[in-house]
């Protein structure tokens, strides 16, 4: 069987997801495999929820993940995490950021934001949890909170540091580098 | 090789084929081909149109004069363009021209979700259906290739996961395209009766001599496999279909249209059982039916929304034949995993400092009969603001309220049109047109945030700037409803809330046609800086007042005002709102 590597990248609109996908695309490249990624644009960007399909392996046919196949959940977002949770397989790693955006519903006080996301998430899946606005802060920009969270993923994918490097330098532009 | 977008592949093939004229108007998943052409090929000339039928009008004009043309659009947009389309058919072409239809199976962004390979079927036109970005690339050249030897517009159909899916793309050197110019035909050009009885006779002809290449076409391939089961796809559902069932004997259509019934028909006769995957109609199925091949489709597949490979391979499962065949591989019906109790939605919002929320939070107040349209304003429809009541398609809203107020005059001191600046100027101005002469009395906002915000910030006719930044005559709306006739105008700020309760109340109440200018641009648009108000949380009540505005920066913790200091812009709509002075006017307000 054909074994490609899914990974589902979600939280809202404004998050730095697209960036993300994109750094983890090109590591694949660089590193030699095949590769493909789906986004939804349009209305998700207005503060909805947004998410990240990428794939890579010897040879990709879909670029979608389906249900109950994603190697690994990179979540921006608490509730986020918990909404994609249905992506991953048996077995999947959430790597979940520490971190709260409330819908409107939420905001207006319609409905309740989940209080127990991370021992939801813990009682089905390895779980990581990422605190990476702090992390992103101690380092200098508050706004490279995608790249730390990357980070952990980086570190549970089969391409060395090497490629990594290669991947910012062909995505990143120059001057955002040196955080 | 290059990971590139179905839209960039695009932009990228029309580069490669020697394109010298693009024209679109923004729709997604369509946007970002014209946006690429303007950004990256400056050889080609590139322009957004006022709406779909101009683009294409534009099109076959460059393709007369020899230069091939691309336009570009979502699959409503061609809706517009159908009358040049229909048309152009008989005339042909002179250079190449082909049309982007970008469909969105699943409704990510559209009103509906019509499948627009009807549109080639209905025209006649050769249809090509690219599967990834590689194929969205060459299938450009190929089809103004097609386009010009066989004299006629060509198609090719993305969908949303072609359109804003990447893979892999090699890139090839730009093709030297044959001179050609113009040289005038009546016969050809002119479709009066006499000479379009001729042409449609000869679309006729040209159509069986497409599906003579389309049988022969290596677009149109069998991959050899499991001979019990054979499945027809095209599109992305091509390599859906490889994902679940690689063992599967598949003829992929890359060109769809004209059906190549002979093909088919070998195929069928190679395999045992015989499959058709498509999303949407039954396109194929009806045609390869009519064939009179025995065919399973859309009696196992849904017709509705999108498909996946998972959903393709539930339905095919159903199937008792196909699922012991595919057993047989190890393949099984997907497990669905357990759904969750249902969690807190995360809906679309207006963003914080959007001017929209104040136009429809005073429509709200009013209560008003609001015919809406497309745009980020649709938003206006959702709760709290809940202040729009219909979205049917572009430019409609201006024609139902004149329409309504027709057919109930007491209906006219209450109902209005909200329309935004690139709605407007797409399909909104006949319209008003129409509201002018037929002695109406409707009511049109005008929601101007200078942009054409939904799809991503796209210039306009109304902007003042092309979509190479380059500037240039911008249309003065409250002057064109003037030489429209309209005698009523106002331009009002829609985060002055007073001001423009005031222009709305009094506008309403005129027996005559009035249009508003609720002007402000995108709070995107001016990247504002956080700028949030002081609050005083022991003056706030929790009356709950300010949560009606429906603004992300809000919340009530506890009962008493916070906002959220890194959203908050300073638009001074809460602070309006506030009774009890909790929110400071002063800090906020300012640009």
Same mark, same amino acid.
């Given at each position: 069987?054909?074994?490609?590597?899914?990974?589902?990248?979600?939280?809202?609109?404004?998050?730095?997801?697209?960036?993300?996908?994109?750094?983890?695309?090109?590591?694949?490249?660089?590193?030699?495999?095949?590769?493909?990624?789906?986004?939804?644009?349009?209305?998700?960007?207005?503060?909805?929820?947004?998410?990240?399909?990428?794939?890579?392996?010897?040879?990709?046919?879909?670029?979608?993940?389906?249900?109950?196949?994603?190697?690994?959940?990179?979540?921006?977002?608490?509730?986020?995490?918990?909404?994609?949770?249905?992506?991953?397989?048996?077995?999947?790693?959430?790597?979940?950021?520490?971190?709260?955006?409330?819908?409107?519903?939420?905001?207006?006080?319609?409905?309740?934001?989940?209080?127990?996301?991370?021992?939801?998430?813990?009682?089905?899946?390895?779980?990581?949890?990422?605190?990476?606005?702090?992390?992103?802060?101690?380092?200098?920009?508050?706004?490279?909170?995608?790249?730390?969270?990357?980070?952990?993923?980086?570190?549970?994918?089969?391409?060395?540091?090497?490629?990594?490097?290669?991947?910012?330098?062909?995505?990143?532009?120059?001057?955002?580098?040196?955080? | 090789?290059?990971?590139?977008?179905?839209?960039?592949?695009?932009?990228?093939?029309?580069?490669?084929?020697?394109?010298?004229?693009?024209?679109?108007?923004?729709?997604?998943?369509?946007?970002?081909?014209?946006?690429?052409?303007?950004?990256?090929?400056?050889?080609?000339?590139?322009?957004?149109?006022?709406? @779909?039928?101009?683009?294409? @009008?534009?099109? /076959?004009? &460059?393709?007369?004069?020899?230069?091939?043309?691309?336009?570009?659009?979502?699959?409503?947009?061609?809706?517009?363009?159908?009358?040049?389309?229909?048309?152009?058919?008989?005339?042909?072409?002179?250079?190449?021209?082909?049309?982007?239809?970008?469909?969105?199976?699943?409704?990510?962004?559209?009103?509906?979700?019509?499948?627009?390979?009807?549109?080639?079927?209905?025209?006649?036109?050769?249809?090509?259906?690219?599967?990834?970005?590689?194929?969205?690339?060459?299938?450009?050249?190929?089809?103004?290739?097609?386009?010009?030897?066989?004299? /006629?517009?060509?198609?090719?159909?993305?969908?949303?996961?072609?359109?804003?899916?990447?893979?892999?793309?090699?890139?090839?050197?730009?093709?030297?395209?044959? @001179?050609?110019?113009?040289? !005038?035909?009546?016969? !050809?050009?002119?479709?009066?009766?006499?000479?379009?009885?001729?042409?449609?006779?000869?679309?006729?002809?040209?159509?069986?001599?497409?599906?003579?290449?389309?049988?022969?076409?290596?677009?149109?391939?069998?991959?050899?496999?499991?001979?019990?089961?054979?499945?027809?796809?095209?599109?992305?559902?091509?390599?859906? +279909? !490889?994902?679940?069932?690689?063992?599967?004997?598949?003829?992929?259509?890359?060109?769809?249209?004209?059906?190549?019934?002979?093909?088919? !028909?070998?195929?069928?006769?190679?395999?045992?059982?015989?499959?058709?995957?498509?999303?949407?109609?039954?396109?194929?199925?009806?045609?390869?039916?009519?064939?009179?091949?025995?065919?399973?489709?859309?009696?196992?597949?849904?017709?509705?929304?999108?498909?996946?490979?998972?959903?393709?391979?539930?339905?095919?499962?159903?199937?008792?034949?196909?699922?012991?065949?595919?057993?047989?591989?190890?393949?099984?019906?997907?497990?669905?995993?357990?759904?969750?109790?249902?969690?807190?939605?995360?809906?679309?919002?207006?963003?914080?400092?959007?001017?929209?929320?104040?136009?429809?939070? +005073?429509?709200?107040?009013?209560?008003?009969?609001?015919?809406?349209?497309?745009?980020?304003?649709?938003?206006?429809?959702?709760?709290?603001?809940?202040?729009?009541?219909?979205?049917?398609?572009?430019?409609?809203?201006?024609?139902?309220?004149?329409?309504?107020?027709?057919?109930?005059?007491?209906?006219?001191?209450?109902?209005?049109?909200?329309?935004?600046?690139?709605?407007?100027?797409?399909?909104?101005?006949?319209?008003?047109?129409?509201?002018?002469?037929?002695?109406?009395?409707?009511?049109?906002?005008? &929601?101007?945030?200078?942009?054409?915000?939904?799809?991503?910030?796209?210039?306009?006719?109304?902007?003042?700037?092309?979509?190479?930044?380059?500037?240039?005559?911008?249309?003065?709306?409250?002057?064109?409803?003037?030489?429209?006739?309209?005698?009523?105008?106002?331009?009002?700020?829609?985060?002055?809330?007073?001001?423009?309760?005031?222009?709305?109340?009094?506008?309403?109440?005129?027996?005559?046609?009035?249009?508003?200018?609720?002007?402000?641009?995108?709070?995107?648009?001016?990247?504002?800086?956080?700028?949030?108000?002081?609050?005083?949380?022991?003056?706030?009540?929790?009356?709950?007042?300010?949560?009606?505005?429906?603004?992300?920066?809000?919340?009530?913790?506890?009962?008493?005002?916070? /906002?959220?200091?890194?959203?908050?812009?300073?638009?001074?709509?809460?602070?309006? +709102?506030?009774?009890?002075?909790?929110?400071?006017?002063?800090?906020?307000?300012?640009?």
């Amino acid at each position: 069987m054909n074994r490609t590597t899914g990974i589902l990248i979600a939280g809202v609109g404004g998050q730095g997801i697209i960036l993300a996908g994109k750094l983890t695309a090109q590591a694949a490249i660089i590193a030699g495999m095949d590769v493909k990624t789906s986004e939804i644009h349009g209305m998700a960007q207005r503060g909805g929820s947004v998410t990240t399909h990428v794939r890579f392996g010897n040879k990709v046919f879909s670029p979608v993940i389906d249900e109950g196949t994603a190697d690994f959940l990179l979540a921006f977002e608490k509730l986020e995490g918990l909404r994609n949770l249905k992506f991953l397989k048996p077995g999947g790693t959430v790597i979940l950021n520490d971190h709260v955006i409330e819908p409107l519903p939420v905001l207006m006080g319609r409905e309740t934001y989940p209080g127990d996301v991370e021992k939801r998430i813990a009682a089905r899946f390895p779980l990581l949890v990422v605190n990476a606005v702090a992390e992103a802060e101690a380092s200098g920009n508050v706004r490279a909170a995608n790249v730390v969270l990357l980070g952990a993923l980086a570190r549970r994918l089969p391409f060395p540091l090497s490629v990594w490097e290669k991947a910012l330098d062909a995505v990143v532009p120059a001057r955002f580098l040196e955080v | 090789m290059k990971l590139l977008t179905g839209n960039e592949a695009i932009a990228r093939g029309a580069y490669e084929a020697g394109v010298r004229v693009a024209s679109a108007y923004p729709g997604t998943p369509s946007t970002e081909i014209i946006e690429n052409i303007a950004r990256h090929y400056p050889g080609i000339y590139a322009e957004w149109a006022p709406n @779909e039928k101009v683009a294409l @009008e534009v099109g /076959i004009g &460059a393709s007369l004069a020899g230069g091939r043309a691309l336009v570009a659009m979502k699959h409503v947009g061609v809706n517009v363009a159908a009358d040049p389309l229909m048309t152009a058919a008989y005339t042909g072409v002179n250079a190449g021209l082909v049309i982007i239809s970008a469909d969105d199976p699943g409704m990510h962004s559209s009103q509906n979700e019509q499948d627009n390979r009807f549109y080639a079927r209905f025209a006649q036109v050769p249809l090509f259906e690219p599967a990834d970005s590689q194929e969205a690339k060459d299938f450009i050249r190929i089809a103004l290739e097609v386009s010009e030897a066989y004299d /006629i517009p060509a198609m090719v159909r993305t969908t949303t996961r072609v359109a804003h899916s990447k893979s892999l793309v090699r890139e090839d050197d730009p093709a030297v395209v044959p @001179e050609r110019s113009y040289e !005038k035909n009546f016969p !050809k050009y002119v479709m009066v009766p006499a000479n379009a009885r001729n042409r449609h006779r000869a679309l006729e002809e040209r159509r069986e001599k497409l599906r003579e290449f389309a049988e022969k076409t290596p677009l149109n391939r069998m991959e050899d496999g499991d001979r019990r089961v054979g499945i027809v796809c095209s599109g992305i559902c091509y390599y859906y +279909v !490889k994902e679940v069932f690689p063992w599967a004997s598949v003829l992929k259509l890359g060109m769809s249209y004209p059906f190549p019934a002979g093909l088919v !028909k070998a195929f069928a006769a190679k395999v045992e059982n015989l499959f058709v995957v498509e999303e949407l109609e039954p396109f194929l199925e009806e045609q390869i039916a009519a064939a009179g091949i025995p065919v399973h489709g859309k009696d196992l597949i849904p017709r509705t929304g999108e498909l996946t490979p998972a959903l393709i391979s539930h339905s095919l499962m159903q199937d008792r034949t196909f699922a012991a065949v595919a057993h047989g591989y190890g393949s099984a019906p997907p497990v669905w995993p357990e759904e969750l109790a249902p969690l807190p939605l995360r809906p679309p919002v207006l963003c914080p400092g959007c001017p929209h929320r104040g136009l429809f939070y +005073v429509l709200k107040k009013l209560r008003l009969n609001v015919m809406g349209d497309i745009g980020c304003y649709t938003l206006g429809s959702l709760p709290p603001l809940t202040a729009m009541d219909t979205c049917i398609c572009m430019g409609a809203g201006v024609g139902m309220a004149h329409g309504m107020t027709k057919a109930d005059p007491e209906t006219g001191g209450k109902t209005v049109a909200v329309i935004g600046d690139s709605t407007f100027v797409h399909s909104g101005i006949t319209g008003l047109i129409d509201i002018v002469y037929n002695k109406g009395i409707t009511t049109v906002i005008i &929601a101007d945030n200078r942009t054409t915000a939904m799809t991503g910030h796209q210039e306009h006719p109304g902007t003042g700037m092309t979509v190479r930044r380059e500037p240039t005559k911008a249309v003065d709306f409250a002057k064109l409803a003037r030489a429209l006739g309209v005698t009523r105008v106002a331009v009002v700020d829609p985060c002055d809330l007073a001001g423009t309760r005031k222009a709305i109340q009094h506008a309403v109440k005129s027996p005559a046609p009035a249009v508003i200018v609720a002007r402000r641009p995108c709070v995107l648009l001016t990247r504002s800086a956080p700028n949030p108000p002081d609050t005083r949380p022991e003056a706030c009540k929790g009356c709950t007042l300010c949560l009606g505005l429906g603004c992300p920066a809000l919340s009530l913790p506890g009962g008493r005002i916070a /906002i959220n200091p890194y959203l908050c812009v300073g638009c001074g709509l809460c602070a309006q +709102v506030c009774r009890r002075a909790a929110i400071a006017k002063e800090a906020g307000g300012g640009e």
